[in-house]
């Protein structure tokens, strides 16, 4: 009987050795990016842009992700692991990959290490990365180290509108200028539009609520009156897909940050992979697991408290309460 239950004790701790060095090489990836230096300023929108001119053919793909955050330590990690499959997207060379797009809170705050932090993440991107401001950037740090924040482009068959709301709504000449780019895109197979702060309400359940404003709406409608395939945005943390008047509106916002949503309302680890086939557009949501150290240290403790919550109620906790008000 002692003999036995020494086992059992011997099998306990070699279990436990291997969880605490499985949890541990989880963290290892972060050594190196710590270490090194962030990449040129010169890689930025505008010469990413550049890079897509000589592409052609009607068969392509691109990859779509936002919200990474750039500098604290649990974003960080969780992005590397994104970089680290959405590099592996082309291993099988049948679709190439032409550019990543990024749909803004690239950054943690305004701070200069924050945006040095995100240049070492464009660095481990193997592909051309086109990037949209986001709410949480500093301007000018934004404009010298990333580029321009409102601009449009071509690759192959398609037109790329990327408009700037990070900073709340979209303005009255920002709308002159978004109808003469969507005009311009009617030379184009397909119409796709990036901006980071979504035209619709993504999640009741959460207090941000932009589909309620007017610039959302107009938004909208001028993407249903000229045939936008796509629009992506972020902003709100989670992956969420709606066909609103034929077009379809992807938030994708997993991109590193700490999840708040549920993981079965759309709060997980996320990258968008958008294929474009001549006439047909389709995407595919690749849903990363988070580094093993921070589900032991976050993601389980989050997924736990809504398990409880739903014993007795429902709803975000994150948020605000919502009440019903009957007349």
């Not at 404009?143 to 601009?151: A, I, N, S, T």
Request: glycine content about 8%; hydrophobic content about 40%.
């Amino acid at each position: 009987m002692d003999g036995k239950r020494d086992r059992m004790i011997t099998w306990k701790k070699v279990i436990m050795i291997l969880i605490v060095a499985m949890v541990v090489y989880s963290f290892l990836p972060l050594i190196p990016f710590w270490i090194m230096g962030p990449g040129p300023n010169g890689d930025n929108n505008q010469t990413n842009i550049k890079r897509l001119e000589d592409n052609k053919g009607a068969y392509f793909s691109f990859i779509v992700f936002g919200d990474n955050r750039s500098g604290l330590v649990f974003n960080d990690a969780s992005t590397l692991k994104l970089i680290w499959h959405m590099n592996r997207e082309d291993r099988f060379r049948k679709v190439p990959i032409d550019f990543v797009l990024n749909t803004g809170d690239v950054t943690l705050g305004e701070e200069l290490a924050h945006i040095k932090a995100y240049k070492k993440i464009q660095k481990l991107i193997k592909y051309p990365l086109i990037t949209v401001f986001g709410n949480h950037e500093n301007v000018k740090l934004f404009e010298e180290f990333v580029g321009e924040r409102q601009f449009a482009f071509a690759n192959r068959n398609s037109y790329f509108i990327i408009a700037d709301n990070g900073e709340g709504s979209i303005e009255e000449e920002q709308f002159e200028w978004l109808e003469k780019q969507l005009k311009e895109g009617q030379k184009y197979k397909h119409i796709f539009v990036a901006m980071h702060k979504p035209p619709f309400n993504p999640y009741q359940q959460s207090w941000k609520n932009t589909g309620k404003e007017e610039w959302a709406y107009r938004v909208g409608k001028l993407c249903e009156k000229y045939n936008v395939d796509m629009v992506f945005s972020g902003d709100v943390h989670m992956f969420k897909h709606e066909n609103l008047g034929g077009v379809d509106y992807i938030v994708t916002a997993g991109g590193g940050i700490l999840m708040e949503i549920p993981e079965a309302d759309g709060g997980y680890l996320h990258y968008t992979r958008v294929m474009v086939n001549n006439d047909y557009v389709t995407y595919e949501v690749r849903k990363i697991s988070p580094p093993l150290w921070l589900h032991v240290t976050y993601y389980f403790s989050k997924e736990a408290l809504y398990w409880i919550r739903n014993w007795y109620g429902s709803g975000y906790i994150f948020g605000r309460n919502t009440k019903i008000i009957e007349s």
